[in-house]
């Protein structure tokens, strides 16, 4: 069985530009996760996706970060305008049904906002 | 007070010897709770499991789980340096929305000393 996909693996931009991470979740499961983790620092929920309704977003700051789950397969997170704060690793996980079953982990965006 | 507390570290521990890592946790309505194990660079992977309070037993690893304490714990047998990551606690709880969502700990840092 296929893992949890993410691209890119890296990416560097400058304050004020915007970007983009893919996520292709394991086959069949129906929640996905978008997480920061920052270097130090446990993971934090941006946002949670139950097929293609958000079901948690509360700490999305929603000026700057937007996500979709068209079609309720894979996930897009956008950051426009970026700032330095924002880097961190992203993080995609999913989970069969979301109701407290193991989740499990892409390999993660390293962004770096200079 | 934060709603997954674990001690930072570095936890020293000798190879061979028994690691000994700690989570405690504010929600009294936790569902489950899991361990993961995530080196430098790398994404978060599961490496237990525990829904109901007594221990788990995995190989070198046993949870271990006390719901009237709000306490979770890992415990790793005959530790190798491979065992050397930090270590995140991660539980998870029905929200007032009715969705389940994960909540982690800021991760403890194992050392295993060859």
């Known amino acids: ?39 130090g620092q446990g993971p934090k929920l941006l946002i949670q996706f139950q097929n293609n309704g958000v079901v948690d977003d ?12 068209l079609k309720g397969v894979d996930s897009t997170l956008k950051i426009q305008p970026a700032k330095l704060e924002d880097s961190a690793v992203y993080l995609c996980a999913s989970s069969r049904t979301g109701a407290g079953e193991t989740q499990y982990f892409g390999p993660g965006t390293r962004l770096l906002v200079l | 007070q934060k709603e997954v507390e674990q001690n930072s570290g570095p936890l020293s521990v000798p190879e061979g010897a028994i690691a000994s890592l700690n989570c405690t946790y504010s929600d009294r309505g936790s569902q489950s709770f899991f361990w993961y194990r995530q080196y430098s660079g790398k994404s978060p992977e599961l490496i237990m499991s525990i829904y109901s309070n007594g221990d788990k037993e995995d190989g070198r690893f046993t949870a271990q789980l006390n719901k009237a304490s709000q306490y979770v714990s890992l415990l790793i047998r005959d530790s190798q340096p491979s065992d050397s990551a930090t270590y995140l606690c991660a539980v998870n709880i029905l929200s007032t929305s009715g969705t389940y969502k994960y909540i982690f700990g800021t991760g403890t840092r194992l050392k295993v000393l060859a």
Do not use: M
């Open chain 1, 1 to 39: 069985e296929a893992g949890v996909a993410q691209s890119p693996r890296y990416k560097i931009i400058e304050k004020r530009q915007s970007v983009a991470f893919w996520c292709n979740p394991i086959s069949g499961h129906a929640t996905l996760y978008w997480y920061q983790q920052i270097l």
């Open chain 1, 58 to 69: 509360s700490q999305l700051p929603k000026d700057r970060f937007s996500a979709e789950r």
